[in-house]
């Protein structure tokens, strides 16, 4: 999993509601892996919205990767800041761990590079 | 790249060893996945540079040929973890891994999948995919199992929040108009691309034939503007 896809996943546990709590879910014992992806820049600009900027900052501070601050006015012709979002959010893999929720303390396994988001076993 | 080359490249993708009826596993057939994202791409240009979602992806079918047809981003959801593995081997031999991740999750709240109620969505794990995506493109359990009413609009309504252009879906023709009206309230417009008949092999002990043909059509919804 990359961490574009991490910034999507907030806890699901049904008493679980505090916003600020329930995502961003923290990495805990993780691996990772930088895969190397081309960089379209055009992709990127047009994803930026679509980011939780402050979850993905406290997530990079987390993992130590370096990401700036804020988004800066013009992102697209930023060639230091696109590379920064590009190294972070499409090439950095998680492949073990967990990921564990602020607020109700539950862990979502990672295995071989994919969370298991199911709260049991007898969900399905 | 030509139709033919991608129906020739899917043909290599490696599908259900053992499938489960529970979770209506019918495999997609290169042929149809081919098609799906050959047309989505040539005709409305929904696919290349874009940020894909496969629902109940399965062994992955339709998230390679995404892939393969220039998805930059592609997230592929299943709630089956043999399933998953499979597609996990898939993307591996295919060298896709720097575009498409796996996520292990149900879009069924968990109180309701499983049992006989009505399914609900699972709105905390679909809010945080809210408007995330390009495009979705998936081929749902068709809803035909006990246990299973309904699961096939549950897929398309959950496509229908994650993408903001496009949605692509396999559905029985018997629910065309029902999908049709569901897809107003949702914000979108619906048209039949293509009417299919499924050939579904005998995988299961209940199919007495050798295969069965079921009426498919496949669906394009486009947010309204």
Known sequence: ?124 | MKLKQLEGYLGDVATFREPKVQLEQYPTTAHLASRILYTAESSFGDIDGKAVIDLGCGCGMLTVAAAMMGAKSVLSIDVDADALEIAQENIDDFEIADTVDLVRASLCAEETAGCNGELVLNEHLVGGMKAKFDTAVLNPPFGTKPGNKGIDVLFLQAACLMARDAVYSLHKSSTREFLVKKAQTWGFDCEVLAELKFDVPMMYKFHKKKSVDIAVDLLRLSRKK
């Open chain 1, 1 to 124: 999993m990359r961490i574009i896809t991490h910034n999507m996943l907030k806890c699901h546990v049904k008493n679980c509601t505090d916003p600020n709590k329930q995502f961003p879910l923290r990495f805990k014992d993780v691996q990772l892996e930088q895969v190397e992806a081309e960089r379209n820049d055009e992709f990127l600009v047009r994803m930026l919205p679509r980011l939780d900027w402050p979850a993905l900052l406290k997530t990079s501070k987390e993992l130590g990767m370096g990401l700036p601050e804020s988004i800066p006015e013009n992102p697209g012709e930023d060639e230091e800041f696109l590379q920064a979002v590009h190294t972070f959010i499409m090439e950095t893999h998680v492949k073990e761990g967990s990921m564990v929720c602020d607020g109700c303390a539950h862990e979502y396994k990672i295995s071989n590079g994919i969370p298991n988001m199911l709260l049991a076993e007898h969900e399905i």
